[in-house]
């Protein structure tokens, strides 16, 4: 949920066939009955490593283009950021891979705001799985801090990242029964 330069940006918006807001049952564990951001996509031979599956690199790749799209879909695009020159900075990240993905896989990452710990930083819950069994390939937690693109320097969020990047009821209440990644 940093600045991702233009090039990267058109590649997210090519590579993304589909991306909507919905709850898809109880497949996506803890947070199965609180509505996630879900993005989809193929897996394509730029992803794929010397093991012939994808490389764990890319996955962060894809959690960093679902926080970006669903972002987006919440007003604030790319360009919304640079106006406010306001940016989501990644300051940790947990991922746990559980299981591979090959060329030609279809995607689904869903993504969920999580309650927001102070006026600085937000986390985010990620699932990674795949369409065609509905195997999770991989469960990410990213927390991200409020910065001034033009300095770099951590700051409070203004008012349009506030009135957005707010975890729904029925997260929140999902939330509490999550277990680490």
């Known amino acids: 949920m940093g600045c991702l330069s233009r090039r990267d940006a058109e590649l997210s918006e090519t590579r993304s066939r589909r991306h909507e807001p919905e709850t898809d049952g109880n497949h996506w564990g803890a947070l199965g009955s609180a509505r996630a951001y879900l993005a989809s996509l193929a897996v394509a031979r730029e992803d794929i490593d010397a093991y012939e599956h994808v490389n764990n690199a890319v996955y962060m790749t894809w959690c960093d283009r679902a926080a970006w799209d669903h972002s987006a879909a919440l007003g604030l695009p790319i360009e919304k950021c640079l106006q406010l020159d ?37 986390r985010r819950r990620f699932q990674v799985r795949r ?31 506030r009135e957005r990047y707010v975890a729904l009821d029925d997260v929140v209440r999902a939330a509490e029964r999550l277990a680490p990644i």
């Open 86 to 122: 306001r940016g989501m900075a990644v300051v940790r990240s947990v991922i746990a891979y559980l299981r591979p993905a090959v060329l030609g896989d279809a995607i689904r990452i869903a993504t969920w705001l999580l309650p927001a710990e102070g006026k600085l930083r937000v």
């Open 131 to 161: 369409d065609a069994d509905g195997t999770t390939l991989a469960r990410a937690d990213i927390e991200y801090a409020c910065i001034e693109l033009s300095s770099g320097r951590p700051v409070r969020w203004p008012p349009e990242f």
